[in-house]
């Protein structure tokens, strides 16, 4: 868990992250930005980096839980649910399930559903089949052939090198797992009903959740804002100059909404 104390009594932020990143891979550039102005908290969900170990049996839910219980332990009441791909439906669950302590939204280059096409349904089916052959193979070797894969894409340099460190402590059963529990997730029957102030930070050049997804999901809640960032999916470590900015942004806008619709309900 990174935990980024902020301002006194600032709002509180819980980070989460993308399929097969972790807290850290994912948020670094975003930590110092956020901290000058939340209470920032972020941590690696089941599977990924050094979250807790499941193997196969990875539920977005479950993740979902893990943030309030999280909250509970650090005495955060109330707090803001950003989430990045992967951690938007996370987020969005975190709302769904316990609406009483989600605050607001801030939903990054992600979408109500992710397997929306022939196409990838197709891909997001046979996952669970992949994910159930890797957890039987050596852990060894699991994780061997995941760190070299990655290592043989990044390259040498000190910021790749520690980015295939980090990826190389996921476990690729839980990765597979969440994948196929990616592609059956939709929140078109509920979306609608989300009632907190809501931001979405659009990719424009999104190749893996095309844009359009991404305004479909603002459009479906009533008063969501749109934040563009002109990028592709990986733009929180690889455009940060873009990103961030965005971000910061977004929190703030979903932040002040909030405080005011705290003191709507109060009168």
Not at 24 to 33: E, H, K, Q, R, V
Request: glycine content about 8%.
């Amino acid at each position: 868990m990174r935990e980024v104390i902020g301002p006194r009594d600032a709002p509180a932020l819980i980070l989460f992250h993308g399929l097969g990143a972790n807290a850290d891979l994912n948020w670094f550039t975003c930590f110092g930005p956020l901290g000058r102005h939340f209470r920032v908290v972020a941590f690696d969900q089941r599977g990924h980096g050094r979250g807790i170990r499941v193997g196969a049996r990875f539920r977005l839910s479950d993740s979902a839980d893990d943030a309030v219980a999280l909250a509970d332990a650090l005495g955060i009441q109330r707090f803001i649910a950003v989430g990045y791909s992967m951690g938007g439906p996370v987020a969005q669950l975190a709302w769904h399930r316990h609406p009483d302590r989600v605050a607001g939204l801030v939903l990054c280059a992600t979408s109500r559903d992710f397997g929306g096409s022939p196409r990838e349904r197709m891909a997001f089916a046979v996952l669970p089949g992949l994910s159930a052959a890797m957890r039987v193979a050596p852990y060894r070797l699991r994780r061997n052939l995941m760190g070299t894969a990655i290592a043989n894409r990044l390259g040498d340099a000190p910021l790749a090198r520690w980015a295939a460190t980090e990826l190389g402590r996921n476990d690729p059963a839980a990765m597979m797992a969440a994948a196929a529990a990616l592609g059956r997730f939709s929140s078109r029957e509920w979306i609608g009903e989300v009632d907190v102030p809501t931001a979405v930070v659009v990719t424009l050049r999104d190749s893996l959740v095309p844009p359009h997804r991404q305004r479909k999901l603002a459009a479906a809640i009533a008063g969501a804002t749109v934040h563009p960032v002109d990028a592709d999916h990986g733009a929180c470590a690889a455009a940060p100059q873009r990103f961030v900015p965005a971000l910061v942004d977004a929190c703030q806008s979903v932040a002040a909404r909030a405080v005011l619709a705290s003191s709507d309900r109060r009168e």
